[in-house]
């Protein structure tokens, strides 16, 4: 069974930092692409990140560029989400996804941690 | 970025009721499209991939159809277990982005 579980959310002050975690089991992780999909409250969805098998493709929506950092441990099942110069706009619920095989949409998801960005 | 609308925003309907989403992209996307439903406090689940086919253990009340800029979700008989928020997805180029959201409700 495809397992994600993500951690590091928190209330952070703005232009602070913090680090999502994201624990992948039930399926061989260094063979898909992750993503990072966030949803602030009572919002939609918004994509934020993906990366590819190796690490060596990433993308970002303009928004985090820059401030926010995706990478990934094969090693230790792990994706992770770098979060630097924090907003109150990046308040949210992220939300870490597995990419389906061929075209990478998020075909599974954890239930998502929550990044709370006020003074 | 391609702009993702979604019609209705919200809607009414009851237990066996036929239910109709449109998604429409501000440009051609093929059929690299996607739809998620999402129940309140959970994690989006993933409904159909390339517009119209079903990802595996969803019920086959749910179909989606369309290419290029026009989609349509349709739930043919709705359960009670169906009453959420559906949003639709594209994977055609980055950045991805997703449809608003709309709501089903009794």
């Known amino acids: 069974e495809v397992q994600l579980v993500e951690s590091g959310g928190d209330l952070v002050q703005p232009g602070g930092s913090l680090r999502l975690s994201c624990a992948a089991s039930g399926f061989t992780f260094s063979s898909y692409w992750m993503s990072w999909v966030r949803q602030a409250p009572g919002k939609g969805l918004e994509w934020v990140a993906n990366i590819n098998q190796h690490g060596s493709d990433i993308y970002y929506v303009d928004s985090v560029k820059g401030r926010l950092t995706i990478s990934r441990d094969n090693a230790k099942n792990s994706l992770y989400l770098q979060m630097n110069s924090l907003r109150a706009e990046d308040t949210a619920v992220y939300y870490c996804?597995?990419?389906?095989?061929?075209?990478?949409?998020?075909?599974?998801w954890g239930q998502g941690t929550l990044v709370t960005v006020s003074s | 970025a391609i702009r993702m609308t979604q019609s209705p925003s919200s809607l009414s309907a009851s237990t066996g009721d036929r239910v109709t989403i449109t998604c429409r992209a501000s440009q051609g996307i093929s059929s690299y499209l996607a739809w998620y439903q999402q129940k309140p406090g959970k994690a989006p689940n993933l409904l159909i991939y390339a517009a119209s086919t079903l990802q595996s253990g969803v019920p086959s009340r749910f179909s989606g159809s369309g290419s290029g800029t026009d989609f349509t979700l349709t739930i043919s008989c709705l359960q009670s277990e169906d009453f959420a928020t559906y949003y639709c997805q594209q994977y055609y180029s980055y950045p991805w982005t997703f449809g608003q959201g709309s709501t089903v409700e009794i």
């Open positions: 996804a597995r990419g389906s095989s061929g075209w990478n949409f998020p075909d599974y």
